[in-house]
């Protein structure tokens, strides 16, 4: 017979389990999917950010998803909760791991690259409306400028 105790601590369990197993499901699709080209990409690019002295594009093609898809993405990945140690998990690892995070079924081929300035490496995505973010991994914040401790040149942009 079990105690109301381990009657409580079994739920507690479940509940546990059932929050890590949340995880692990790969989050849904973006719901805003418009295709562009890379010339497209590279123009957003250079428009807003023409200071990059280098910038890669490994695909022709792009998806471009909204600002709400990539938030809620981040909502379910787990990068930010990483936590930070010099040289074996800090800016590089925590921007690569989150690029692979969305090497997934349908946000693979978003406009999502890695960005590495003078002092920091962090995220970038062009969303639906062709609206060039910084995505820093380490806080899953957007932004539209770098912040002084960030840097203040882009040196490269791989997307």
């Given amino acids: 017979m079990f105690s109301f105790f381990d009657i409580l601590k079994a739920r507690?369990?479940?509940?546990?389990?059932?929050?890590?197993?949340?995880?692990?499901?790969?989050?849904?699709?973006?719901?805003?999917?418009?295709?562009?080209?890379?010339?497209?990409?590279?123009?957003?690019?250079?428009?807003?950010?023409?200071?990059?002295?280098?910038?890669?594009?490994?695909?022709?093609?792009y998806w471009l998803c909204s600002e709400?898809?990539?938030?809620?993405?981040?909502?379910?990945?787990?990068?930010?909760?990483?936590?930070y140690v010099p040289e074996e998990r800090d800016c590089d690892d925590f921007s690569y791991r989150l690029m692979g995070q969305l090497s997934i079924p349908s946000w693979s081929g978003i406009a999502?690259?890695?960005?590495?300035?003078n002092l920091h490496a962090l995220n970038c995505l062009i969303d639906d409306t062709s609206k060039f973010w910084f995505i820093e991994p380490q806080s899953d914040k957007?932004?539209?400028?770098?912040?002084?401790?960030?840097?203040?040149?882009?040196l490269f942009i791989l997307m």
């Avoid at 010339?39 to 990059?52: L, M, R």
């Avoid at 999502?112 to 300035?117: A, E, K, R, S």
């Fill in 12 to 61: 507690a369990e479940i509940a546990r389990l059932k929050a890590q197993l949340a995880l692990l499901q790969p989050p849904l699709p973006p719901a805003v999917r418009r295709q562009v080209d890379g010339n497209f990409i590279f123009s957003v690019i250079n428009n807003v950010k023409p200071s990059a002295t280098h910038i890669y594009l490994s695909d022709s093609q």
């Fill in 68 to 83: 709400n898809d990539i938030n809620t993405f981040l909502k379910v990945d787990t990068t930010n909760k990483m936590g």
């Fill in 112 to 117: 999502f690259g890695i960005v590495w300035t």
């Fill in 142 to 154: 957007l932004q539209e400028k770098l912040e002084p401790w960030q840097g203040s040149e882009i």
